[in-house]
């Protein structure tokens, strides 16, 4: 419904200062069904996505349901955490349709500076490949090393994903959409096939349309919220880390999510086992995300403050021991 799409429009200028025409969006129930269209929109079976390791886990389910094919691109932490563009064009095949990019990242919470967004958008133009950019935790930077949305960027042809799930705390309402932007030509082709792989399903439901400028127009004080949680814990994280050189926490610059190094003495899934049955304490191991080495685990940054204390101290003292 146009009056969805004109609310989203309207998000995207007064949060980002963007300008985006509601014809070049298509809704969908969530970033997840946003995925399923592209790789439909863009591979055939075993067709190839690039998506950056450290990683979301999700994207392997919504490959494999739709035969794609994803190869990972690592990336490299060095004081913060960037793309590696020697990895990505090793990773690039004459099979490879499209990029993946979550800006910030999940887990590692690292935004695509402005000078690798133009660098991603070359690669990508340059090979006749789509670059996809999930923007989900956009709205929450933690540090001055935000950067701005890939939505209008024209160089390649572009979808820009996010959805009310994140950006007013709202998943169960099922609202999601992705942008088209990019070169003309490829632009209004792009959207006219999204149309009807859309239209075959008519996934979004009315109500949640009719009322998405009102559900919008509410995230400010969750988004106020959960910015202060995350920066409080990130904080109770630091001072519990400070003068221990046991476990440190790898640099992040936005995002809902921690990344903890702690000495690899076993596999970051014992440990995490180890951490819930002993400590009842709930951590992901670094593996869900595909780090390239064990010692990695990734904790939540919106647990409430009190809990989210007491649990760091529980998992500091275990790995002390
Ligand atoms: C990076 C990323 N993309 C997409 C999603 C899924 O969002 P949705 O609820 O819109 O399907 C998540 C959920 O955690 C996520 O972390």
Not at 206 to 215: K, S
Request: hydrophobic share 45%; with cysteine; net charge negative.
């Amino acid at each position: 419904m146009a009056v969805a799409r004109e609310a989203v429009a309207a998000y995207y200028r007064s949060q980002h200062g963007v300008a985006l025409a509601a014809d070049d969006l298509v809704l969908t129930s969530g970033t997840s069904e946003a995925y399923s269209f592209l790789f439909r929109l863009l591979c055939n079976a075993g067709d190839e996505v690039l998506i950056p390791a450290p990683g979301y886990p999700l994207f392997d389910f919504l490959a494999d349901i739709c035969d794609v094919k994803l190869v990972r691109f690592s990336l490299v932490y060095d004081h913060g955490w960037q793309i590696d563009f020697a990895a990505l064009e090793a990773a690039a095949t004459e099979r490879t349709r499209a990029v993946i990019v979550v800006h910030p990242n999940n887990p590692t919470g690292h935004y695509v500076s402005s000078a690798q967004q133009q660098q991603l958008a070359r690669f990508c133009r340059e090979r006749g490949m789509a670059l996809i950019a999930d923007e989900v935790f956009l709205d929450f930077p933690l540090t001055e090393n935000s950067a701005g949305s890939f939505v209008g960027a024209t160089t390649a042809l572009t979808f820009t994903l996010s959805g009310l799930s994140k950006i007013c705390g709202m998943p169960q309402m099922k609202l999601a959409w992705l942008a088209v932007s990019g070169p003309e030509a490829e632009k209004r082709e792009a959207l006219a096939r999204l149309e009807v792989i859309a239209d075959a399903y008519l996934s979004v439901g009315t109500p949640v349309q009719w009322g998405t400028g009102a559900l919008l127009a509410m995230r400010g004080a969750f988004q106020e919220q959960v910015r202060q949680r995350v920066r409080s814990n990130l904080c109770e994280l630091d001072k519990q880390l400070a003068g221990r050189n046991v476990a440190a926490r790898l640099a992040c610059d936005g995002g809902w999510t921690a990344v903890l190094r702690v000495p690899a003495m076993q596999s970051d899934e014992a440990l995490a086992i180890a951490l819930l049955k002993e400590k009842s304490v709930l951590v992901h191991p670094g593996h869900f995300y595909d780090f390239a080495r064990p010692g990695h685990l990734v904790v939540s940054l919106i647990v409430p403050e009190a809990e989210f204390a007491q649990g760091i101290a529980r998992v500091l003292t275990h790995v002390n021991d």
